[in-house]
Structure formats: structure tokens, C-alpha cells
């Protein structure tokens, strides 16, 4: 089993950054495809990006390509996710999700979530 806490949410001015940390409990932590999702209210949760077992490998969603970051540090049982020239529409609850696959975590269908941070982008 793996428990996932999310951190680093706040709020920010348009156009700034923050970078979120998820740390996840386990000896396993290293053999988990990690991922990050993202919930607007009245919306419905979007895959953000993930990330390879080893952090070779990176995916991400086109509204954040070229913005947004995801790394891992294998020894810290961390995965991150930075942040960059934030936008209003970036406002959201955001979670990080662990599966054993690529396929099941992009597709939502992760087995292990955190509580989520708030992240809010003024304009």
C-alpha cells in the first residue's frame, strides 16, 4: 500500500509559479508510475501529467505542456510537480495519484490518491 500527502498548494498572481510536492509512504514508492490530476469546482478531475517508475519517461496534458514539470526523487519517496507561468484556469484541488501502470494512471484509474492541495491563481 502506498499513502500519498500532497503540499505546496496556495495562491498566486497570474504568471508566477509553485512548485507541489507529494510524498508517498512505502518501500515501493520507486516501482509506481506517479501522476498528477487536477479537480476545478464544478468540474471534473483532469489528468495533469505523470511520470515513469525510473523519471525517464514524462506525460502531459496539452494545457500544460511547456508550463508545468513533473519530477521524481526515488530516494525521497517525492514526486513534484513545478509549476510555471500559472494561469487563472490552472486554479484547482490537486492530487497526486500512484499505479502500478502508465495506462491506469493517466486514465484516472489509480488505485492510491492524496487529500489534495488548493492551488489558486488570481488574475
Known amino acids: 500500500q502506498v499513502q500519498l500527502v500532497e503540499s505546496g498548494g496556495g495562491l498566486v498572481q497570474a504568471g508566477g509559479s509553485l512548485r507541489l510536492s507529494c510524498a508517498a509512504s512505502?518501500?515501493?514508492?520507486?516501482?509506481?508510475?506517479m501522476g498528477w490530476f487536477r479537480q476545478a469546482p464544478g468540474k471534473e478531475r483532469e489528468f495533469v501529467a505523470a511520470?515513469?517508475?525510473?523519471?525517464?519517461?514524462?506525460y502531459y496534458a496539452d494545457s500544460v505542456k511547456g508550463r508545468f514539470t513533473i519530477s521524481r526523487d526515488n530516494a525521497k519517496n517525492t514526486v513534484y510537480l513545478q509549476m510555471n507561468s500559472l494561469k487563472p484556469e490552472d486554479t484547482a484541488v490537486y492530487y497526486c495519484?500512484?499505479?502500478?501502470?502508465?495506462?491506469?494512471?493517466?486514465?484516472?484509474?489509480?488505485?492510491?490518491w492524496g487529500q489534495g492541495t488548493q492551488v489558486t491563481v488570481s488574475s
Open positions: 495519484a500512484a499505479g502500478a501502470v502508465v495506462r491506469t494512471v493517466i486514465s484516472g484509474q489509480s488505485n492510491y
Open positions: 512505502g518501500r515501493t514508492f520507486s516501482t509506481y508510475v
Open positions: 511520470i515513469s517508475w525510473s523519471g525517464g519517461i514524462t
